[in-house]
């Protein structure tokens, strides 16, 4: 049986970031109602979907230190690429929880449909991973959502989150927001 992975390397599954980015609003951004322009993103270097013409950079940082350290290596960048867009947010325990358990789901979901495949499950097993299937898809979309607000900078639960951090590079100096997604998300 294979190990399991670390949380936090789980938890940047480009299918979960790439469903949250593949969101209309999140891929195309109207400029006053006169154009439309498609939003690239990467991941960690990694690209989820097609190139665009707004290119944007998202980092994950795993606690306040690498926060402030990617944070600073993202603004050092934006001064060479002045046309792409960047954005570094952080993760949390509640989302390590939920890909622990997105994880232990989908291996136990895997485990019981190679034995439906083979015919080798009861019916009591038959009705535990239509069960299971049904929990894989719930962890999922909750998954998905707390991602959305770790990305977007909002609070969870009742510890106070880091904020996310965008850097855009201009012509002019440099901007920082911090805590929403900028209009153009």
Known sequence: MASSPNPRTAGRSCDLLDEIFSEPGLKRYRYKDLKTFSVGVTVDD??????????????????????????????????????ELFWVFALNPEIDKLVAGY??????????QQFQS???????????????RNEQRRIRSSLVGKLSEA?????CSQR?????????????PRLRVRGHLPQAL
């Open 160 to 172: 106070q989150e880091l904020p996310a951090q965008i850097v855009r590079r201009r012509r002019r």
């Open 103 to 112: 994880y232990a789901s989908g291996q136990m979901v895997s485990k019981y």
């Open 151 to 155: 990305i977007a900078g909002f609070r």
């Open 46 to 83: 990694v690209r989820l979907g097609s190139e665009g013409q707004i290119p944007l950079s998202i980092r994950i940082a795993e606690d306040a230190e690498e926060l402030t350290r990617k944070a600073s290596e993202a603004t050092q960048e934006s001064r060479h690429q002045e046309h």
């Open 118 to 132: 083979q015919n080798k499950i009861s019916n009591e097993e038959a009705t535990s991973l239509t069960q299971e």
